[in-house]
Protein backbone atom coordinates (compact mmCIF):
# COMPACT_ATOMS: atom_id res chain seq x y z
CA UNK A 1 0.00 0.00 0.00
CA UNK A 2 1.06 3.89 -0.37
CA UNK A 3 3.50 4.82 2.53
CA UNK A 4 6.48 6.91 3.73
CA UNK A 5 9.14 4.98 5.65
CA UNK A 6 11.57 7.14 7.83
CA UNK A 7 14.92 6.49 8.90
CA UNK A 8 15.74 5.53 12.60
CA UNK A 9 16.40 7.48 15.90
CA UNK A 10 19.33 9.60 15.60
CA UNK A 11 21.18 11.36 18.89
CA UNK A 12 23.18 14.27 18.07
CA UNK A 13 25.42 16.59 20.17
CA UNK A 14 24.51 20.42 20.32
CA UNK A 15 25.81 22.20 17.19
CA UNK A 16 26.19 18.99 14.81
CA UNK A 17 23.58 18.14 12.05
CA UNK A 18 21.37 15.60 11.13
CA UNK A 19 20.04 13.75 8.17
CA UNK A 20 16.50 12.25 7.67
CA UNK A 21 14.89 10.07 4.51
CA UNK A 22 11.54 9.31 3.86
CA UNK A 23 11.29 6.51 1.39
CA UNK A 24 8.14 6.33 -0.86
CA UNK A 25 6.36 3.33 -1.93
CA UNK A 26 3.68 2.67 -4.49
CA UNK A 27 2.83 5.78 -5.62
CA UNK A 28 4.48 8.23 -8.41
CA UNK A 29 7.21 10.08 -6.44
CA UNK A 30 7.47 12.66 -8.18
CA UNK A 31 3.70 13.66 -8.77
CA UNK A 32 3.41 14.38 -4.93
CA UNK A 33 5.02 17.30 -2.43
CA UNK A 34 6.84 15.95 0.69
CA UNK A 35 6.29 17.89 3.76
CA UNK A 36 8.28 17.96 7.03
CA UNK A 37 6.74 18.45 10.21
CA UNK A 38 8.04 18.40 13.91
CA UNK A 39 6.74 17.42 17.10
CA UNK A 40 8.63 18.12 20.34
CA UNK A 41 7.77 16.14 23.39
CA UNK A 42 4.05 16.66 24.47
CA UNK A 43 4.24 19.12 21.77
CA UNK A 44 1.97 20.05 18.91
CA UNK A 45 2.88 19.71 15.40
CA UNK A 46 4.78 22.70 13.46
CA UNK A 47 5.43 22.75 9.20
CA UNK A 48 9.01 23.04 8.44
CA UNK A 49 8.51 22.99 4.70
CA UNK A 50 8.30 21.17 1.87
CA UNK A 51 9.25 19.49 -1.96
CA UNK A 52 8.27 19.09 -4.99
CA UNK A 53 9.96 15.68 -5.63
CA UNK A 54 9.74 16.23 -9.81
CA UNK A 55 11.79 19.25 -9.87
CA UNK A 56 13.56 19.49 -6.57
CA UNK A 57 12.05 22.87 -5.81
CA UNK A 58 11.63 23.38 -2.00
CA UNK A 59 9.85 26.08 0.27
CA UNK A 60 10.56 26.64 4.05
CA UNK A 61 9.34 28.43 7.38
CA UNK A 62 10.94 31.59 7.91
CA UNK A 63 11.79 30.07 11.64
CA UNK A 64 14.44 26.89 9.42
CA UNK A 65 15.60 29.28 6.72
CA UNK A 66 19.39 28.92 6.92
CA UNK A 67 19.47 25.74 8.79
CA UNK A 68 17.03 22.93 7.13
CA UNK A 69 17.87 21.69 3.51
CA UNK A 70 15.52 19.63 1.60
CA UNK A 71 16.77 17.18 -1.20
CA UNK A 72 15.66 14.14 -3.04
CA UNK A 73 16.48 11.47 -5.03
CA UNK A 74 14.20 10.36 -7.74
CA UNK A 75 15.94 6.90 -8.60
CA UNK A 76 14.90 5.87 -4.93
CA UNK A 77 12.08 7.56 -4.18
CA UNK A 78 13.40 8.77 -1.26
CA UNK A 79 13.41 12.42 0.15
CA UNK A 80 15.87 13.76 2.80
CA UNK A 81 15.69 16.76 5.55
CA UNK A 82 18.81 17.94 7.16
CA UNK A 83 19.22 20.20 9.79
CA UNK A 84 22.12 21.99 10.91
CA UNK A 85 23.58 23.34 14.13
CA UNK A 86 20.90 21.32 16.41
CA UNK A 87 20.23 22.88 19.86
CA UNK A 88 18.05 21.57 22.46
CA UNK A 89 15.69 23.06 21.27
CA UNK A 90 15.63 20.25 18.25
CA UNK A 91 14.60 17.36 20.14
CA UNK A 92 11.48 16.08 18.31
CA UNK A 93 9.93 13.91 16.80
CA UNK A 94 10.36 14.36 12.49
CA UNK A 95 7.52 13.27 10.08
CA UNK A 96 7.08 13.43 6.16
CA UNK A 97 4.04 13.61 5.21
CA UNK A 98 2.38 14.04 1.48
CA UNK A 99 -1.06 14.27 -0.22
CA UNK A 100 -0.78 11.25 -2.68
CA UNK A 101 -4.57 11.03 -2.45
CA UNK A 102 -6.04 14.52 -2.74
CA UNK A 103 -5.19 17.58 -4.94
CA UNK A 104 -4.69 20.34 -2.58
CA UNK A 105 -0.49 19.87 -1.92
CA UNK A 106 -0.89 20.66 1.93
CA UNK A 107 -4.33 17.57 2.67
CA UNK A 108 -1.57 15.32 4.06
CA UNK A 109 -2.70 12.30 3.88
CA UNK A 110 0.09 10.28 4.29
CA UNK A 111 2.48 9.99 7.31
CA UNK A 112 5.85 8.68 7.85
CA UNK A 113 5.72 6.63 11.00
CA UNK A 114 8.18 9.74 12.28
CA UNK A 115 12.01 9.73 13.14
CA UNK A 116 13.14 10.37 16.64
CA UNK A 117 16.14 13.32 17.06
CA UNK A 118 17.68 13.84 20.05
CA UNK A 119 19.83 16.80 20.19
CA UNK A 120 22.08 16.28 23.79
CA UNK A 121 25.46 16.87 25.33
CA UNK B 1 0.90 35.20 10.05
CA UNK B 2 -2.40 33.95 10.70
CA UNK B 3 -3.11 32.37 14.67
CA UNK B 4 -4.82 29.64 15.20
CA UNK B 5 -6.61 28.99 18.26
CA UNK B 6 -8.63 26.06 19.39
CA UNK B 7 -10.63 25.54 21.91
CA UNK B 8 -10.78 23.58 24.63
CA UNK B 9 -7.21 22.18 24.65
CA UNK B 10 -8.89 19.27 26.85
CA UNK B 11 -11.92 17.17 26.33
CA UNK B 12 -13.63 14.75 28.94
CA UNK B 13 -16.02 13.32 26.99
CA UNK B 14 -18.01 10.24 28.67
CA UNK B 15 -18.37 7.35 26.19
CA UNK B 16 -21.17 7.42 23.66
CA UNK B 17 -22.17 11.18 24.04
CA UNK B 18 -20.93 13.69 21.85
CA UNK B 19 -18.27 15.59 21.67
CA UNK B 20 -17.18 19.54 19.80
CA UNK B 21 -14.06 21.23 19.14
CA UNK B 22 -13.69 24.51 17.95
CA UNK B 23 -11.02 26.40 15.84
CA UNK B 24 -11.17 30.13 15.30
CA UNK B 25 -8.07 31.82 12.92
CA UNK B 26 -7.25 35.46 13.15
CA UNK B 27 -8.11 35.99 9.62
CA UNK B 28 -10.53 34.50 6.99
CA UNK B 29 -9.26 31.40 5.49
CA UNK B 30 -11.11 31.91 1.91
CA UNK B 31 -8.77 31.34 -0.65
CA UNK B 32 -8.85 33.52 -3.61
CA UNK B 33 -9.46 30.12 -5.58
CA UNK B 34 -13.11 30.30 -3.55
CA UNK B 35 -12.18 27.08 -1.27
CA UNK B 36 -10.97 27.45 2.27
CA UNK B 37 -8.32 24.99 3.17
CA UNK B 38 -8.70 24.07 6.53
CA UNK B 39 -8.44 20.49 7.94
CA UNK B 40 -8.48 18.32 11.08
CA UNK B 41 -5.97 15.57 11.57
CA UNK B 42 -6.30 13.31 14.89
CA UNK B 43 -3.46 12.21 16.26
CA UNK B 44 -3.66 8.29 18.59
CA UNK B 45 -1.29 8.23 21.55
CA UNK B 46 2.18 7.22 19.75
CA UNK B 47 1.07 7.22 16.23
CA UNK B 48 1.61 9.69 13.73
CA UNK B 49 -0.90 12.38 12.79
CA UNK B 50 -4.05 11.36 10.65
CA UNK B 51 -5.71 13.58 8.46
CA UNK B 52 -9.64 13.28 9.05
CA UNK B 53 -11.46 16.51 7.15
CA UNK B 54 -10.13 18.61 4.74
CA UNK B 55 -11.87 21.83 2.73
CA UNK B 56 -14.01 22.22 6.21
CA UNK B 57 -16.29 19.31 5.49
CA UNK B 58 -14.98 16.10 3.75
CA UNK B 59 -14.07 13.45 5.54
CA UNK B 60 -11.29 11.29 3.87
CA UNK B 61 -11.49 7.90 3.13
CA UNK B 62 -12.10 5.77 5.68
CA UNK B 63 -13.27 7.89 8.24
CA UNK B 64 -16.09 7.22 10.17
CA UNK B 65 -19.36 9.39 9.53
CA UNK B 66 -19.46 10.22 13.42
CA UNK B 67 -16.86 12.92 12.50
CA UNK B 68 -17.89 15.43 10.72
CA UNK B 69 -16.52 19.41 10.07
CA UNK B 70 -18.21 22.87 9.66
CA UNK B 71 -17.66 26.39 9.40
CA UNK B 72 -17.13 29.58 7.58
CA UNK B 73 -14.58 31.78 7.41
CA UNK B 74 -12.88 31.79 10.79
CA UNK B 75 -14.97 29.61 12.48
CA UNK B 76 -14.97 25.92 12.46
CA UNK B 77 -16.01 23.29 14.29
CA UNK B 78 -14.92 19.34 14.50
CA UNK B 79 -17.56 17.41 16.15
CA UNK B 80 -18.05 13.56 16.97
CA UNK B 81 -21.36 12.52 17.21
CA UNK B 82 -21.01 9.43 19.34
CA UNK B 83 -17.44 9.11 20.72
CA UNK B 84 -15.68 5.99 20.97
CA UNK B 85 -12.38 4.63 22.80
CA UNK B 86 -10.81 4.51 19.91
CA UNK B 87 -11.39 8.48 19.64
CA UNK B 88 -9.09 9.01 22.31
CA UNK B 89 -6.12 11.49 21.76
CA UNK B 90 -4.89 15.07 20.41
CA UNK B 91 -6.99 16.71 17.78
CA UNK B 92 -5.39 19.53 15.37
CA UNK B 93 -6.80 22.23 12.82
CA UNK B 94 -4.72 22.92 10.21
CA UNK B 95 -5.05 26.31 8.04
CA UNK B 96 -3.29 26.02 4.38
CA UNK B 97 -5.23 28.93 2.96
CA UNK B 98 -2.12 31.28 3.77
CA UNK B 99 1.91 30.11 3.75
CA UNK B 100 3.24 29.00 5.70
CA UNK B 101 0.43 26.22 6.54
CA UNK B 102 -0.26 26.24 10.37
CA UNK B 103 -1.56 23.94 13.15
CA UNK B 104 -4.14 24.52 16.14
CA UNK B 105 -2.24 24.03 19.53
CA UNK B 106 -4.33 20.67 19.55
CA UNK B 107 -7.30 19.75 21.70
CA UNK B 108 -6.88 16.62 23.94
CA UNK B 109 -9.55 14.34 23.99
CA UNK B 110 -9.89 11.89 26.51
CA UNK B 111 -12.18 9.48 28.40
CA UNK B 112 -13.91 10.33 31.76
Known amino acids: QVQLVQSGAEVKKPGASVKVSCKAS????????IHWVRQAPGQGLEWMGR????????NYAQKFQGRVTMTRDTSTATAYMALSRLSSDDTAMYYC??????????????WGQGTTVTVSS | DIVMTQTPLSSPVTLGQPASISCRSSQSLVHSDGNTYLSWLQQRPGQPPRLLIY???NRFSGVPDRFSGSGAGTDFTLKISRVEAEDVGVYYCMQATQFPPLFGQGTKLEIK
Open chain 2, 55 to 57: KIS
Open chain 1, 97 to 110: ASNVQLDYYYDMDV
Open chain 1, 51 to 58: IKPNSGGT
Open chain 1, 26 to 33: EYTFTGYY
